[in-house]
């Protein structure tokens, strides 16, 4: 063959192994982590090895929505994870254990399901027993139900219950042991041994419930909320949000094996501007819901995603729904 | 009016007759398509940050609609990637010929199959579906391929470019458009052709006794078309062979004024209704997809779905039923009943032009809107994370919209005088008045300024 | 001569059609709130109107995903997580008719997640609609003469 047809053969060769092969060499040697919605799949992988001491590099991409990456119980700076961009994250882990990692930005209604485990080996320090939730402890039934028998007829004055409170002679009130322990409702009730109104004694609650919280934490939980909750129990706490109708679609198809009326409560997310259902649930009790989730429900598990300070924190911001935490927040 | 030949100018002529120019230009685009088919199969599902969806919806298919139909007619043609792997295996060689030529079966494409409705149809499938293909990469890189292989196949099967002339899709508008545009290849001088033996520009250069000794050696056209017979640009697909070829000399690429074919309207059904076509999918699209109307976006996009199946249908029957019928209503009170089908076909070129600026001005919608993503897309083709040009992080910012709709209208109204002038062309051709194409042609263009602005 | 009198007739109306100025119906300036919900892949609802100088604000309502909203020529633009509502505030000092398009990619169909925002009366689309209509029925005059070109060259054809 002539000279000429040879060099055009050996060109268009050599430029679709270098155009086609280069890129496909580079693309079957990259390990990334992909994120899609959990209707999808959600994390693939979704089970990562690491090692105690040993930086983790990690890249991440999403193949649909915006998608967000944090593990839980660990201080590390959220990120974003972009669809079609791949996002970098660096961790060291100091003590080996299960983490579980998780999406941070809501990607549809099972946004919460979109998580993965880090399983980090090697010797550090023995891991601490995990204490035992207040609720645990206290023998509580977080199922059960917690009406409170009375509610206020008009939302109670923390302003009015501090001056009052400072009147009371016991001061266990303040104690955040009793605070946790005792739903408001179980503390208007204890108040009855004084001479404080019904209206007084509500007032006295809302002040300690505020008196059991900072203005940190309750900023803290309120965008803890903002970001994990009200796009299920709404922007404004009365369970109305966004997905609201969608998960009570979801629950009437799983109510077919259910039986009873209380359990169709439980498909939509809770409104925690109802007093009755507020007043009769103590910290303990929301903090329990919280960590373990609903058992069936659209409610999600946040035991291994929260720390305790930042459930307690969300627990506070929860009773601002019923409080009006006013003035100077210790 | 005057024509002024291209070829005349010798850095033309040679870049034409010469083989590796050409070759230069397939070798990128070859292998920007077999990127484009490897981004799409291993590459991000996400549209708007791969490589074969940004490359070939918005910035393929803009410079294709708004540059090379326009000004090169089947320009895109000329230089198109999907013919060359079957061709350069029919032929034996990427240049010259050779002297052996393989034995391929090189059968004459059926009969009853010589004409653009394989086209049509092959359009259509690409148009139903077009939500998906638009937005979902290992589609667009399936489609590619499939294109890619079944040129390949008709290849080893069929003489010449039997996927392009009468299979490709976008041959089919591109063909039809071409007619608009002003170059063109043309013999120079009809008694050379008429003295010629063999006529090697159709036959290939082996075949011609007569030619002198120093004769070009080259194919036969792969379009299945006779140069010496070329008075429009519809099936011309500018590949150059028969200007290497013509042992004479005799074929040049001229400048001319725009649709100067369209003086001479063809008279086929088959290209009527592409004309039909075109014009109503731009319409379609333009409601759908740059429309406010969310719900026809989801019955779109859910293809399989009952609902789909009736956007399907609708989409059918306003391209096969309802736009021509009212065209039909519009020229039938005109002429005698024999020659009615004659005067469909002959009349429907006025939306020629017509559907032309309606794709311009869709199409400058939403690549103006898109067209960042571009220059991210050439940094990290396949959304691995690369920086190859450092504008991987580029943010999407849509362009110059201010301008968008005084050039929408510009095309539009353009478009739509280009229209009435091909109406009093094709009218004054058919001996009826041009008044209810033009009247057609104008409730179009309102429809279209409605849906767009 | 004529011709080219009807041809100046034409492109005198032509701009005027497309740069005279319309009478303006006063109307106060108003505050208008919308709540737009995003869902994959539309806004509801998806055509606002106001009027020029209004103060709009557009409460954005993710319903499934992360949504963006920007606004083609005013160039703004929010975005909003589901739970999150955002709000963009502006003055609509641009009359027209402005499309308004997600500017997060929240899935397949997102380049074409469009609504419309109507700021007073469309008149760009008014002022086109005169155009075409006046293109056109500039063909009429020409498109006599025209005709009767073809039968006079015809009738010269005819005598060789």
Partial sequence: MKRSELLSRILITVAILVAVGTPLFFWARTPIIHAQMAEDGGWSPDVIQAAVGKPLHLRLTSDDVVHGFAVGQMEMDVVDIEPGKVTDVTLTFDKPGIYTFFCTRWCGLNHWRMRGTIEVSGSGSDPAPVATPLYVSLGLDIDAQHESPMVPIDQPSSVRGQQLAADLESSNFSDQDFYRANSPYQVFEVLESTNLTETERWDVVSSLWQSNTTSEALANGKQLYAQNCAACHGENGAGNGVFADDLQVAGESSMRNMTGANDMLMQTPVDFTNPTQMLGASPALLYGKILRGGMGTGMPMWGSIFTQEQIWDLVSYLYSFQFDYQGEVQ | MGRVELTRFPIIKSAVKNRWPQLAVFIVTLVGYLFAILAGLVGTPVGSRNFSIVFVWIAWWAILILVAVPFFGRGWCAVCPIPLPGEWLQRGAILAPPDKKPKWLNLRWPRALRNIWLQNISFLLLALFSSVLLTTPNITGIVLAAMLFAAIGLSAVFERRAFCRYLCPVGGFIGLYSQTAPIELRIKDKKVCVKCEGKPCYNGSSTSPTAPLSANTGYGCPWDVFPGGLTKNTYCGLCMECIRTCPYDNIAINLRPFSADLAKPSARMDEAFKAFIMLGSAMIYAGVLLGPWGVLKDVAYNVGTGAWLIYAMVFLAIIFIIMPSLFALCISRFGNLNAFKKRFATLSTALIPLGLMFWVAFSLSFVLANASYILASLSDPLGLGWNLLGTAKAAWQPMLTSILAPGQTLALVGGLVWSARTAQKASTEAQVSSVPVIAYSLLATLVMLWLLL | ?160
């Avoid at chain 3, 997580?81 to 997600?102: E, K, M, N, Y």
């Avoid at chain 3, 009429?140 to 060259?153: C, Q």
């Fill in chain 3, 1 to 160: 001569m004529r011709s080219r009198l009807l041809l100046l007739l034409l492109v005198v109306a032509g701009l005027l059609v497309a740069f005279a100025p319309l009478p303006v119906r006063p109307i106060t300036p108003q505050e208008r709130t919308f709540r737009v919900d995003a869902r994959q892949f539309a806004y509801s609802p998806s055509e606002l109107k106001v009027n020029p100088g209004d103060t709009v604000t557009i409460q954005l309502v993710s319903t499934d995903v992360v949504h963006g909203l920007y606004i083609d020529d005013y160039g703004l633009s929010v975005e909003a997580d589901p739970g999150q509502t955002t709000t963009l505030t502006f003055v609509a000092d641009q009359p027209g008719s402005f499309r308004f398009r997600c500017s997060i990619t929240c899935g397949a169909m997102h380049p074409f997640m469009i609504g419309k925002l109507n700021v007073g009366e469309n008149h760009w689309l008014y002022r086109s609609a005169g155009l075409a209509v006046l293109s056109v029925i500039g063909f009429f005059p020409f498109s006599s003469l025209v005709r009767t070109k073809s039968k006079e060259e015809r009738a010269m054809a005819g005598n060789h």
